[in-house]
Nanobody, 121 residues
Framework: QVQLVESGGGLVQPGGSLRLSCAAS????????MGWYLQAPGNQRELVAS???????NYADSVQGRFIVSRDNAKNTVYLQMNSLKPEDTAVYYC???????????????WGQGTQVTVSS
């Protein structure tokens, strides 16, 4: 069982930055693939970025070059550095953990409660 708690969301102006954190419980954090997903009102949840246990990263085209996903296994935490934010980045951001990368986003992983990010002037 893994529990995930996101933090770091908030209101930011276009062009600004935020760093989201996801703290995980349990001793096997380093073995999990981790993902960040967003869900805007009326839309389905979609992948923003992921990082494997080995550190391989993957990004949605919409955030490539603006967002950076990283992990600190000593702190059981995964981060999402969000730069050059746009109004269309506004959504609830969720952290996801899965035993293998192909299960990210599925019902077989673990989810946090989400943190709201609002980009507006």
């Amino acid at each position: 069982q893994v529990q995930l708690v996101e933090s770091g969301g908030g209101l930011v102006q276009p062009g600004g930055s935020l760093r989201l954190s996801c703290a995980a419980s349990g001793s096997a954090f380093s073995l999990y693939a981790m993902g960040w997903y967003l869900q805007a009102p009326g839309n389905q949840r979609e992948l923003v970025a992921s990082i494997t246990s080995g550190g391989t990263t993957n990004y949605a085209d919409s955030v490539q070059g603006r967002f950076i996903v990283s992990r600190d296994n000593a702190k059981n935490t995964v981060y999402l550095q969000m730069n050059s934010l746009k109004p269309e980045d506004t959504a609830v951001y969720y952290c996801n953990a899965a035993g293998v990368p192909r299960l990210l986003g599925s019902e077989y992983g673990y989810w946090g409660q989400g943190t709201q990010v609002t980009v507006s002037s």
